[in-house]
């Protein structure tokens, strides 16, 4: 079983890509953030910031554990999906993709899924500041990390591209990590302003 590590800001694509992923081949899914809230544990919830706060000492080694057994199930792949799956040790992963977004364009995917305010401009930062993708690029691990731009990559095409690139039909080159920057783009328009006061 290859494990495909896929993570990204809230609102990158993350579920919507991993689902189309397991229906072009034969992937199990595993959504840490949907396991996170199960009734299994009884996170804490911090009010201010509308969030769970999850205990990794324990949510780990569940998570490890559910690992295994779904490999006792023998499927070809197992997509582990959270913009927090850089808690997955290196021995777990075979190829990581982390989703990105423009901040304009991410601003309008979370207001449809309602987030409010706050928590938006707190995951703009998070994803101008390429959070998600510094957490995997400290991590110095050996197997291949991606970076696909979502802002004009319909869901379909997306997962099309991370199939192909497991698949070795692409070779990647074009994904590889550190070639997205909205820092930088944001720095030329003299708008960071606006995302960060
Ligand atoms: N490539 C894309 N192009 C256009 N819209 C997209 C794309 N990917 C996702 N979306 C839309 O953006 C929203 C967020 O997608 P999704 O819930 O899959 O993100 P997520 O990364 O799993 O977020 P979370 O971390 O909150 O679970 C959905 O409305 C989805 O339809
Ligand atoms: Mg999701």
């Known amino acids: 079983m290859k494990n ?3 993570s990204g800001t809230p609102g990158c694509g993350k579920t919507s890509v991993a689902k189309e992923i397991s229906n072009l081949i ?6 840490l953030n ?8 009884s996170f804490e919830y911090d009010e201010e910031r509308k969030t769970y706060i999850v205990d990794f000492e324990i949510f780990l080694p569940y998570i490890l554990d559910k690992i295994e ?3 006792q199930e023998n499927p070809p792949y197992l997509i582990i999906e959270s913009h927090f799956s850089d808690i997955i040790p290196e021995r777990f992963i075979d190829y990581v993709f982390i989703l990105r977004c423009d901040p304009d364009e991410l601003f309008r995917r979370l207001e449809i899924k309602n987030f409010d305010r706050e928590k938006i401009n707190e995951n703009i930062q998070a994803e101008i500041l390429g959070n998600c993708a510094n957490y995997f690029i400290q991590k110095r691990i050996k197997a291949p990390i991606y970076e696909i ?17 497991i698949f070795e039909n692409n070779n990647g080159e074009n994904f590889k990590i550190g070639k997205v920057d909205w ?14 006061d």
């Not at 731009?149 to 690139?165: F, G, H, K, L, R």
């Not at 820092?183 to 960060?196: G, S, T, V, Y």
């Open 4 to 6: 495909i590590v896929i």
């Open 26 to 31: 034969k992937a199990k899914i595993m959504s």
């Open 34 to 41: 949907e396991l996170a809230i199960s009734d299994e544990f």
């Open 69 to 71: 057994d779904i490999k």
């Open 149 to 165: 731009d979502t802002t004009n990559t319909n869901i379909e095409a997306v997962a099309q591209i991370i199939v192909e690139i």
């Open 183 to 196: 820092l930088e783009k944001l720095f030329k328009e003299d708008r960071l302003n606006e995302f960060f």
